[in-house]
């Protein structure tokens, strides 16, 4: 059974960081195209950043125009743990944030809630 896990949300101030973690169970990370996707209050899913490892050498990532050089997605792959280091946040960062199998979101966690505020 694939089951992802997500933790290390909370509350912050504007310009504070916050490392989010996701422990999958039931599959290998490498399998998938893992991702992190997020829910600000009344939107839909925004793509955040997705990690390939499939080639078992160098792990290929990407993030959206709106995360680039704040974020940085990285696997643990002895540990299948997915992380989503976040730094600089801004108050449009506030939302829900989900680990899941594809860059759509279509299989994720269960969430963790972020919140930056002032």
């Known amino acids: 059974e694939v089951q992802l896990v997500e933790s290390g949300g909370g509350s912050v101030q504007p310009g504070g960081s916050l490392r989010l973690s996701c422990a999958a169970s039931g599959f290998r990370l490498r399998q998938h195209d893992m991702s992190w996707v997020r829910q600000a209050p009344g939107k839909g899913l925004e793509w955040v950043s997705s990690i390939n490892s499939r080639s078992g050498r160098e792990d290929l990532t990407a993030y959206a125009d709106s995360v680039k050089g704040r974020f940085t997605i990285s696997a643990d792959h002895a540990e299948n743990t997915l992380y989503l280091q976040m730094n600089s946040l801004k108050t449009e960062d506030t939302g829900v944030y989900y680990c899941?199998?594809?860059?759509?979101?279509?299989?994720r966690g269960q969430g963790t809630q972020v919140t930056v505020s002032s």
């Open positions: 899941a199998t594809d860059p759509r979101g279509t299989s």
